[in-house]
């Protein structure tokens, strides 16, 4: 579920020309977002989806590859380990908030039990702590150990993934899997997961909003895009039973066109326009529809939100050993979209760049402190996709760090596994 980061995020999706090579000049950034001088970064909190990922399916815009489970792919390894190495300029090299050497209690990563989310955790902190910063499980290790399934596609890892080519080892790192049974951090806003909102769902769809949306997929969206992608789809698999348009089908052709176009797989069948408008259309449904609700942002992103107060509340309050200095969350896109729903106004969430979270999007909250103020003064920083954003408590500079915690808690639902087992 930080700072800085490492690629911004395109108008609506990648440009298939150069979506491939953007990964590889990241490495480039940094230095316009190092921390001013009367500034002191006390801790951050870095929420993150995963990396680019090979299809999902073995049937749509997949023929490039020859793994289809929506796994991370060797070119989104080398993302989420620029990301990892950008984090060490900013938080270790330039701001000294991390020490040089890994050392587990100073960072606590949580990811979901996808095998993405834990692979991308794990890029990531190869980026942080590289050989010989990181803990060495067995020096000569074969660089195979740093690519997951993903070796299997078709393009030679070994360039696409030039720093898997190391022997020199690998880092071994504490990263907590929540369970699946138990994720109310990156699955809540499932209705598997909280039953109670099955009813909020329902009545949105009732709803006036939902009906033009639903026209303006039919219009804008789904004729158009079908037709350009039917030779990825199978026989009417973007149709119902009943001949309505089968809007997961679409949905996930969606999300494989932008794997091809992250990997820098031409489709000729698709135009701007016709990307621009399902663009729209997937902010629109998940600011409109699926995150409209009130209860639904917050049961979404309580346990994210929890972390955060907890981590800088005890900071702040000198508990510094119940605290870490960097808090890495790797999860899925709809966490990203509970988070940013609590956190601005539909209005400004449609205008805003980083609206759509693409492969390796983050969100960064610093706790700072203000050097020479007396008693010391907190403000928190967010950043999406490395621009720094002022959220709805904040003034025209930067939250308080009081008031931005004070308003994160009135983002959680306590306790939100009871509420959501709860039938009352």
């Not at 984090?87 to 996808?114: G, M």
């Not at 039919?218 to 026989?235: C, I, T």
């Not at 494989?256 to 729209?280: C, K, L, R, V, W």
Request: charged share 25%; hydrophobic share 35%.
């Amino acid at each position: 579920f930080f700072f800085l980061m490492i690629r911004r995020p395109p108008r609506s999706t990648q440009s298939r020309s150069s979506a491939a090579s953007d990964v590889y000049k990241r490495q480039e950034y940094m230095g316009a977002l190092l921390a001013p001088a009367r500034t002191r970064i006390e801790s951050v909190v870095v929420l993150v989806r995963g990396g680019a990922r090979t299809p999902v399916g073995s049937n749509l815009l997949s023929e490039g590859f020859l793994h289809h489970d929506a796994f991370l792919s060797p070119l989104g390894q080398r993302e989420m380990f620029l990301l990892g190495t950008e984090l060490r300029h900013r938080y270790i090299e330039s701001t000294k908030l991390l020490p040089e050497s890994y050392s587990a209690p100073n960072i606590r990563v949580l990811t979901s039990d996808a095998v993405r989310s834990f692979d991308s955790a794990n890029s990531l902190l190869q980026g942080l702590y590289p050989p010989p910063y990181g803990q060495l499980l067995e020096k000569g290790l074969k660089e195979h150990l740093l690519v997951p399934p993903m070796k299997k596609a078709t393009f030679d890892h070994k360039k696409t993934h030039p720093f898997a080519t190391s022997s020199r080892g690998i880092g071994a790192f504490d990263i907590h899997i929540i369970p699946k049974s138990e994720d109310y951090y990156f699955r809540a806003s499932k209705v598997s997961y909280c039953p109670r909102l099955k009813s909020v769902f329902n009545s949105v769809t009732q709803t006036p909003e939902y009906a033009q949306l639903k026209e303006y997929f039919l219009d804008k969206v789904y004729r158009n895009f079908v037709e350009a992608s039917r030779k990825y789809l199978p026989e009417e698999s973007h149709l119902t039973c009943d001949g309505s348009p089968n809007l997961p089908a679409v949905h996930t052709m969606w999300e494989n066109y932008q794997t091809n176009a992250f990997h820098g797989m031409n489709i000729p069948e698709f135009n701007e326009e016709q990307i621009t408008a399902i663009s729209d259309f997937e902010a629109r449904l998940q600011y409109d529809v699926r995150f409209r609700e009130d209860i639904v942002k917050k049961v979404s992103a309580s346990k994210i939100f929890e972390e955060i107060i907890m981590n800088f509340d005890n900071l702040i309050k000198g508990r510094e050993e119940n605290s870490e200095r960097m808090i890495v969350l790797s999860g899925h896109k709809s966490t990203y979209f509970a988070v940013l729903a609590n956190l601005f106004d539909r209005e400004q969430l449609l205008r805003m760049e980083g609206r759509l979270p693409m492969f390796g999007a983050n969100i960064v909250f610093e706790l700072v402190s203000i050097d020479g103020s007396e008693p010391v003064r907190y403000e928190v920083r967010v950043l999406i996709n490395d621009i720094e954003h002022l959220i709805k408590p904040c003034s025209e500079h930067r939250c308080s760090a009081d008031d931005f915690i004070a308003f994160l808690r009135t983002r959680v639902v306590p306790k939100v596994e009871r509420y959501c087992s709860s039938k009352c």
